[in-house]
C-alpha cells in the first residue's frame, strides 16, 4: 500500500481541507466531534445536503405511536462541532485517485484525508407501484420518517383484517426493524381487543427470523403469541395499492419461483436497500457496491488515506446506529496514526446490537459481532424480553446519541462473548 503522506491531489482544487468527511449523519458528526476533541485545531470539513438530522432508531417508535417525529430530529447546523466547516452540497463523485471528491454545483473539494460515511440508498423504485401509493391506501414504511408517522395512523385505527410486514434480502438498515412493529401492532391490537379479528403475516425474503440464531428462540415465541403467520423466501416485487394487492415472488426448496398475490388491509413495506450510486460507480466500491475497507481497521483496502464507516462500508456488521457509535473511536484512532505514518493501533470486531421490541415495554437486546459471536453488555440472558431493555432503548439510548456520541464522546458499555 502505497504511504499515505506520499500521496497528492492530481489537480489543485480551489477548495480543499486536510480532512473530509462525506455525510453529516451519525457516523460523520461523531467522527469530526472526535477529531476535533482530539486536536481542535485540526481542518475538517463535513459535506452534506441536509438541513435536517433523524435519530433513525427512533422511526420505529414512532409508527408505534411511543415517539412523535419532532423527538427524533434536530437541525443539521445545531450538530455540527465548533471549528468543523460545513459543506452544504451533495457528492456527485469520487475521485480517489486525484484526492477529490466533486460536488453537484460544479465544485471539486480536496482533501488529504477522507471519512466517507454517505449511508446508504434505500431503493423504493425497486418494487413496481410503491411509490405511487405509499403513504395512501394503507402502505407505510418505517423507513422514512413521514411514513412512519402514517404507520402509525394506520396501527391506531386498524379494525381487523389482514396487516402484511416484508423484509427483503440483507442487507439493511436495522435487521430487527422489519419485525419490530409487527410485534408492537399485535400488542396493541390485543391492548384494542382487536388481535383476534386481525391476521398479521410476515413475509420476508430469507428463510430466518433472524440472521444470529441465537436470538430466533424469543422471537418465534412473540410470532406464536400474536398468531403471526411468517411466509419465508416471500420477496414483495409488487404493489398495488388501490387494489390492496401485493404481489412477491415465492421461491421453493428447489429454487423455484413464482409469483404469489396477497390482499391486505394494511402492508408496513421495507424496500431492498444498497450502496448510493455515487459508491457503487466510484474506484471506493467492492463489487457489491460497498465501500471496500478492511474489516479490522476501516481503512480502505485500497487507498491509504480514506477510511469509511457506517452503512456505506464494506463491514459485514448489523448496519446500526450502535455499530457506528463503536467504529467512529476506532477510525478517528487509526485516521490519526495514519496521519502520522503510524501502524493502527485500533480494530473493530463487528459489534452491532439490535433491540428487538417483542411487546410494548419488553425489549429482546440482540448484541452480537462478527460471525454471529453473542457478545452482550450486561450479564443477563438476553434472550429473556426485559422490561429494563425497554428503557434502555427509549430513555437511554436516545439521550447517548444526541448528548454523548455526536459530541464525541467515547463512553462505552463494555460488551464481551458470553456463554449461556
Known amino acids: 500500500m502505497e504511504a499515505v503522506q506520499?500521496?497528492?491531489?492530481?489537480?489543485?482544487?480551489?477548495?480543499?481541507h486536510r480532512i473530509v468527511i462525506v455525510g453529516g449523519g451519525a457516523a460523520g458528526i461523531t467522527v469530526a466531534a472526535a477529531l476535533?476533541?482530539?486536536?481542535?485545531?485540526?481542518?475538517?470539513?463535513?459535506?452534506?445536503?441536509?438541513e435536517s438530522?433523524?435519530?433513525?432508531?427512533?422511526?420505529?417508535?414512532?409508527g408505534a405511536g411511543v415517539f412523535t417525529r419532532r423527538q427524533t430530529e434536530r437541525e443539521e447546523r445545531s450538530l455540527i462541532p465548533k471549528g468543523v466547516t460545513w459543506i452544504k452540497a451533495a457528492v456527485s463523485a469520487f475521485d480517489p485517485d486525484s484526492n477529490l471528491v466533486r460536488m453537484s454545483d460544479g465544485r471539486a473539494l480536496g482533501y488529504d484525508y477522507?471519512?466517507?460515511?454517505?449511508?446508504?440508498?434505500?431503493?423504493w423504485d425497486a418494487i413496481q407501484g410503491l411509490k405511487d401509493t405509499l403513504g395512501k391506501?394503507?402502505?407505510?414504511?418505517?423507513y422514512r420518517a413521514d411514513m412512519a408517522e402514517y404507520a402509525w395512523e394506520l396501527v391506531r385505527s386498524f379494525q381487523g383484517g389482514t396487516a402484511l410486514f416484508t423484509q427483503p434480502a440483507m442487507p439493511i438498515k436495522c435487521a430487527g426493524a422489519p419485525q419490530k412493529i409487527m410485534y408492537m401492532m399485535g400488542d396493541h391490537l390485543r391492548r384494542a381487543g382487536r388481535l383476534g379479528s386481525s391476521k398479521l403475516k410476515f413475509c420476508l425474503a430469507g428463510d430466518a427470523l433472524f440472521g444470529v440464531p441465537f436470538f430466533v428462540p424469543p422471537l418465534q415465541r412473540a410470532v406464536d403469541d400474536y398468531g403471526i403467520d411468517v411466509c419465508y423466501r416471500h420477496d414483495l416485487i409488487a404493489i398495488d395499492g388501490a387494489a390492496k394487492a401485493a404481489l412477491f415472488s415465492v421461491t421453493d426448496k428447489d429454487g423455484v419461483a413464482r409469483d404469489v398475490e396477497m390482499r391486505f388491509d394494511m402492508i408496513h413495506v421495507v424496500p431492498p436497500q444498497t450502496g448510493l450510486d455515487v459508491v457503487r460507480e466510484s474506484p471506493l466500491a467492492n463489487a457489491a457496491g460497498w465501500i471496500d475497507v478492511d474489516s479490522a481497521t476501516l481503512r480502505h483496502i485500497r487507498y491509504a488515506n480514506v477510511f469509511s464507516l457506517?452503512?456505506?462500508?464494506?463491514?459485514?456488521?448489523?448496519?446500526?446506529?450502535?455499530?457506528?457509535?463503536?467504529?467512529?473511536p476506532i477510525v478517528v484512532a487509526n485516521l490519526l496514526a495514519a496521519m502520522q505514518d503510524k501502524p493502527m493501533p485500533k480494530t473493530y470486531d463487528g459489534y452491532g446490537s439490535c433491540p428487538l421490541t417483542v411487546a410494548l415495554g419488553k425489549i429482546v437486546l440482540a448484541e452480537f459481532a462478527y460471525g454471529g459471536k453473542v457478545t452482550p453488555s450486561f450479564p443477563l440472558d438476553p434472550r429473556v424480553p426485559r422490561k429494563s431493555m425497554w428503557y434502555l432503548k427509549t430513555k437511554f439510548l436516545p439521550w447517548l446519541y444526541w448528548s454523548h456520541m455526536l459530541k464525541g464522546g467515547t463512553i462505552d458499555i463494555r460488551h464481551r462473548e458470553r456463554g449461556w
Open 6 to 16: 506520499d500521496i497528492r491531489a492530481a489537480e489543485a482544487p480551489g477548495l480543499r
Open 36 to 50: 476535533k476533541r482530539h486536536d481542535a485545531k485540526l481542518d475538517v470539513a463535513i459535506v452534506e445536503p441536509s
Open 53 to 62: 438530522h433523524s435519530y433513525q432508531p427512533g422511526w420505529t417508535l414512532v
Open 114 to 123: 477522507l471519512v466517507a460515511c454517505p449511508g446508504l440508498k434505500i431503493d
Open 137 to 142: 391506501n394503507g402502505v407505510c414504511s418505517n
Open 310 to 328: 457506517g452503512d456505506a462500508a464494506s463491514t459485514t456488521n448489523a448496519k446500526t446506529a450502535a455499530a457506528v457509535r463503536l467504529q467512529s
